[in-house]
């Protein structure tokens, strides 16, 4: 009931703000890059284009600065995934806890089988950062936050064509204002 409200709320106010989305230099994200293995930095530069093409910032983070830095995001590479985990599952967030994605790096590699690899690990990136970005969880019938990306989709990322729908590039930016005043109210001094 209460995500039901949040959600209805978060679509409101996401839609009211839609007039005056304009490049907000608060709009920044810090992303902690604890393991930087060749291939995440890769993918990290598709990863910024991304969220650029929506007005975000991707700031990445070097581990010792990651600790001071409010509103970071943790990226936990996961290379030995539970027997139990959907083997279709190649990542995922906590949306309520708002600090950390897992990437299913086993599955995403065995997944590359079924279709071209490249670009892969920076779309997984990018959804499930946006996961939790927006702060709810939810999906898109079109686009990078589908539940389920088909062919079609495949061979969008293989091109890096996928891209936001437009009901995600707001709530995304809706998201990250409240991140934001949510920070700040936490470091305010009263
Ligand atoms: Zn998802």
């Not at 065995?110 to 990136?125: C, W």
């Not at 293989?158 to 934001?180: C, K, N, Q, V």
């Amino acid at each position: 009931m209460t995500l039901m409200i949040a959600l209805a709320t978060a679509i409101a106010f996401a839609g009211g703000l839609t007039a005056r989305i304009v490049n907000d230099p608060n709009r920044e994200i810090g992303v902690c890059l604890e393991r930087s293995t060749q291939e995440l930095i890769e993918a990290s530069l598709g990863v910024s284009r991304l969220f650029k093409s929506i007005n975000v910032n991707v700031k990445w983070l070097d581990p010792l600065a990651c600790k001071d830095t409010p509103g970071v995001i943790y990226i936990v590479l996961c290379y030995d995934s539970p027997k139990d985990q959907d083997p279709r599952s190649l990542g995922y967030a906590l949306p309520y806890d708002g600090t950390r994605i897992v990437i299913l790096m086993d599955h995403l590699r065995a997944s590359a089988r079924f279709g071209p690899e490249r670009n892969r690990l920076t779309y997984v990136l990018v959804h499930e950062i946006t996961h939790l970005l927006q702060g709810i969880s939810r999906h898109s019938q079109t686009g990078i936050m589908k539940a389920h990306w088909t062919r079609s989709d495949q061979y969008d990322i293989s091109m890096g064509t996928l891209r936001f729908a437009t009901e995600d590039m707001e709530l995304i930016h809706y998201g990250m204002a409240a991140r934001l005043a949510k920070a700040r109210a936490q470091t305010a001094v009263y």
